[in-house]
C-alpha cells in the first residue's frame, strides 16, 4: 500500500499557493510522451549503443577542458593531480564509510587523522574534525557552537557582510527558531574595524572572510582582541589555497577557522559534493560536532587509530551532542589529504602565487579597457570585481555566445546595486592566453 503523507486539503493548499487548480495542471507543462503513465520510451539498446548516445549527449555540454572559464564565487577550477583519483579508487577507500570498528578501518582512520593534522598545520589551529557537508554547513556548525559556547546567554553574531551570501543564507536557515539575531551583514562595504565595533556582550561570535566573497585580503590584526574583550568567539572563513601564500586566521588569534575544502583535490564536479574544514582551539574540542579520528597505542605497543570523538546522538546521550551531523565527506576528504600530500609546501605555495599573479595580470588588463574598472589598491587573491559598460549578466552573455568563454559571477544575483559589477575568478589553469583572450572579447562586448 502506498504511503501519501499529504490529505486532500494538505494538497489543495499546495497546488493554490503555486497558483494551479489541481495536479494535472501542475505538470501540464510536462509533454504528455514524457508524462505518467503514459511515458513513451524507446526500445531496448546494446551497451555500445547506449554508451554512444550517452556520449553524444554529454559532447553536447561545454566542460572546462576545452571551455575558458572565470567564474569562481566559492566554486573553483584548479588543477587535480591525478594521484588523487588512483587514491580514491582504491577499494579500501571507495567502499569505506563509517570506521565503527577500528580494528578492521585502520586505513580509513589514518586518512582522517592525516586529514586533521594537515588542517591543522594549514590554518594555525590545534584540532581539526574530519570534516562537514561544505563551507556552507561548517559555519552554520561553528555558529551554533558558539552559542553553547556562550551558554545559551548570547544570542548576537555579528557577521560581515563580505562572507559568501550563500554561507549566511545557511547560518540562518540552521538556526532559525533560535532567536539569534545578525548584524553587520547588511553592509557589504562595512570595514572589519568598523564591523568589530559591533561586538558586545551579548554577542557570541564575530565571523569575517578572508579573502572575502569580492575577493579582498582582510587585514585580520586586532579582530581577535575585539571579540575576545566581550568573551566571544573570533570565527575565520578562509580560502585553503591562499593559506599558501598568507598568514593563517590561526596566527591571528581565531577561535575558529573554517571553510570549503573543495578546492583541495576535489573537482567541481557540477556542485558538489564538497567538503567544509573546521578547525579550533583545543580548549573548545568538546563543543565541536563531527567526529575525530585520533593516533593511539595498541596492547603490543604498535601505532594505531580510533574514533576519538563522535559528538552525534546516535553514540552519545541526546542532551550530551552537540550536532546531529550523521557523517563527513570521506572520499572528499581523503582526496584533499592526499591532494596536499602530493603539493606539499612548496607546491601550494606554487599554486597560489600562480593564482596571485595571473589574477592581477588579469586586472591590470581589464582596467585598462575603455569602459570597464577594477579597484586594484585592494588587496586581493585571485578574484576581484569588475564595473562594466553594461550588466554584468549582458556581458556574460555576449562572453559565452560570441566567444564560447565563461565570465565571471554578476554581482546583481545576490546583491542589489551590483548589476553592472562582475566577479572574475583567476587560477593556475588560466593561462597567459586564456587571460589575453578574455581582455579582447570584454573589449568586444563592451
Excluded at 18 to 42: C, K, M, N, W, Y
Aim: aromatic residues 8%.
Amino acid at each position: 500500500m502506498s504511503y501519501v503523507p499529504h490529505t486532500d486539503s494538505d494538497i489543495r493548499e499546495m497546488l493554490a499557493r503555486v497558483g494551479v487548480s489541481s495536479v494535472e495542471e501542475l505538470f501540464a507543462p510536462v509533454p504528455s510522451s514524457v508524462r505518467f503513465p503514459q511515458i513513451d520510451l524507446p526500445g531496448p539498446q546494446s551497451e555500445l549503443e547506449t554508451m554512444r548516445e550517452l556520449q553524444a549527449l554529454a559532447d553536447t555540454n561545454a566542460n572546462l577542458l576545452h571551455t575558458p572559464s572565470f567564474l569562481g564565487a566559492g566554486a573553483y577550477n584548479h588543477w587535480v593531480p591525478s594521484v588523487v583519483n588512483h587514491i580514491l579508487q582504491r577499494s579500501e577507500y571507495y567502499t569505506a564509510y563509517t570506521p565503527y570498528q577500528p580494528e578492521i578501518s585502520q586505513g580509513t582512520l589514518q586518512a582522517m587523522f592525516e586529514y586533521q593534522s594537515m588542517i591543522c598545520d594549514l590554518t594555525g589551529m590545534e584540532v581539526s574534525n574530519a570534516s562537514h557537508y561544505d563551507g556552507a554547513t561548517a559555519l552554520a556548525e561553528a555558529v551554533i557552537m558558539a552559542l553553547s559556547a556562550g551558554r545559551g546567554k548570547r544570542n548576537r553574531v555579528v557577521i560581515s557582510g563580505g562572507v559568501h551570501p550563500e554561507y549566511r543564507q545557511t547560518v540562518r536557515t540552521y538556526t532559525q527558531g533560535m532567536g539569534v539575531a545578525f548584524v553587520g551583514d547588511d553592509e557589504p562595504q562595512l570595514p572589519l574595524p568598523a564591523l568589530a565595533t559591533l561586538v558586545d556582550e551579548q554577542t557570541a561570535c564575530l565571523i569575517v572572510q578572508t579573502p572575502d566573497f569580492f575577493g579582498r585580503v582582510a587585514d585580520l590584526r586586532g579582530l581577535a582582541d575585539s571579540a575576545h574583550t566581550h568573551k566571544a568567539l573570533f570565527v575565520a572563513v578562509s580560502d585553503p589555497i591562499s593559506l599558501g601564500l598568507y598568514r593563517p586566521a590561526g596566527e591571528f588569534g581565531a577561535d575558529i577557522v573554517l571553510g570549503e575544502g573543495q578546492p583541495l583535490g576535489n573537482a567541481l564536479n557540477f556542485g558538489g559534493p564538497y567538503l567544509g574544514f573546521f578547525a579550533t582551539r583545543l580548549e573548545l574540542v568538546r563543543r565541536m560536532s563531527g567526529r575525530l579520528a585520533g593516533e593511539t597505542i595498541d596492547a603490543d605497543g604498535k601505532r594505531g587509530f580510533v574514533l576519538t570523538l563522535s559528538t552525534r546522538e546516535q553514540h552519545i546521550r541526546r542532551e550530551k551532542a552537540t550536532s546531529n551531523i550523521c557523517t563527513n565527506e570521506g572520499v572528499n576528504a581523503l582526496a584533499a589529504a592526499v591532494y596536499l600530500a602530493t603539493l606539499g609546501r612548496q607546491g601550494l605555495r606554487q599554486v597560489a602565487e600562480l593564482c596571485y599573479h595571473r589574477a592581477h595580470y588579469a586586472a591590470d588588463a581589464i582596467a585598462a579597457l575603455p569602459g570597464y574598472s577594477v579597484d586594484t589598491r585592494v588587496p586581493f587573491f585571485k578574484e576581484f570585481v569588475v564595473t562594466c559598460p553594461r550588466p554584468a549578466s549582458a556581458i556574460n552573455a555576449d562572453l559565452w555566445a560570441k566567444h564560447g568563454i565563461i565570465g565571471g559571477y554578476d554581482l546583481g544575483k545576490a546583491f542589489a546595486g551590483m548589476e553592472r559589477q562582475m566577479l572574475v575568478c583567476v587560477t593556475e589553469m588560466n593561462d597567459r592566453a586564456q587571460i589575453d583572450g578574455l581582455v579582447a572579447a570584454l573589449e568586444e562586448v563592451a
